[in-house]
């Protein structure tokens, strides 16, 4: 897989947006993998102020596209997103989103088919942690937020039962 970032755009994103897209490669494992390509795909560009304002945006293959069968050639046909993110705000001094000349991109290829209301836990996670622990802590979360859902929707006098010792 590559990333590919057009920092004044692409196509009718030209100078307006940042265009980000994905592309699948020809690799040694492909005879193993399933094709069409059919995961989401999410792209989180970092707000480096810690006010965690991250720009998400996701996109599903459209699996009838070449851009999403298996590589024949070096690389398949680009596909993304080209109005990632407006040029109008990364080019304001003192932005949350470069420092020191720096951006920071996370891409996630969601094989897990994570539920979206766990991704913002997801790409907070330190990058530098393994895959193993990554996808620990974030069963743990998932579970976390399932079991405080179940109390909060409970009905208040099975609640009210189970809390006293009568």
């Not at 599903?60 to 070096?74: G, H, M, N, V």
């Not at 530098?128 to 079991?147: A, F, N």
Request: proline share 5%.
């Amino acid at each position: 897989m590559r990333a590919r970032l057009y920092l004044q755009g692409d196509g009718n994103a030209k100078g307006t947006h940042m265009s980000l897209f994905f592309v699948l490669m020809k690799g040694d494992h492909d005879a193993v993998l399933k094709w069409p390509f059919n995961y989401k795909v999410t792209f989180c560009l970092y707000d480096q102020s810690g006010q965690n304002q991250n720009v998400i945006d996701s996109f599903r293959p459209d699996t009838k596209s070449y851009s999403f069968q298996r590589p024949q050639s070096e690389m398949n046909i680009a596909s993304g997103i080209p109005k990632f993110f407006p040029l109008s705000i990364i080019k304001q001094d003192g932005n949350n989103y470069v420092r020191d000349d720096t951006m920071f991109i996370k891409i996630i290829v969601d094989f897990a088919e994570l539920p979206k209301m766990i991704l913002p836990y997801a790409l907070s996670l330190n990058s530098g942690l393994p895959c193993h622990v990554q996808q620990d802590l974030i069963s743990r979360e998932i579970r976390r937020r399932h079991e405080a859902d179940n109390v909060y929707t409970a009905n208040p006098l099975d609640l009210a039962s189970a809390n006293t010792s009568c």
